[in-house]
């Protein structure tokens, strides 16, 4: 998938496990986790919202396009 999630990225840099951020954004931790593996096919506008607002940081931060080879 040309769209990769630097989820894990953005959460080191913010020194914010999984739990924690799970219970912020109020969402569970097996679909945290699915995002945040780059396994997700698709997020909702108001879970990215939550994250950034969680995070302060920018869509952009989080999710990435990478060209495929």
Same mark, same amino acid.
């Given at each position: 998938?040309?769209?990769? #999630? @630097? !989820? $894990? #990225?953005?959460? =080191? &840099?913010?020194?914010?496990?999984?739990?924690?951020? %799970?219970?912020?954004? $109020?969402?569970?931790? %097996?679909? !945290?986790?699915?995002?945040? @593996?780059?396994?997700?096919? =698709?997020?909702? /506008?108001?879970?990215?919202?939550?994250? *950034?607002? %969680? !995070?302060? *940081? &920018?869509?952009?931060?989080?999710?990435? /396009? #990478?060209?495929? &080879?």
């Amino acid at each position: 998938m040309p769209i990769k #999630v @630097n !989820l $894990d #990225v953005v959460m =080191a &840099q913010r020194k914010i496990g999984l739990t924690e951020l %799970a219970k912020e954004v $109020d969402i569970t931790m %097996a679909n !945290l986790s699915i995002l945040k @593996n780059n396994k997700a096919k =698709a997020i909702r /506008f108001s879970t990215l919202e939550n994250i *950034c607002k %969680a !995070l302060n *940081c &920018q869509p952009g931060d989080i999710l990435e /396009f #990478v060209e495929e &080879q």
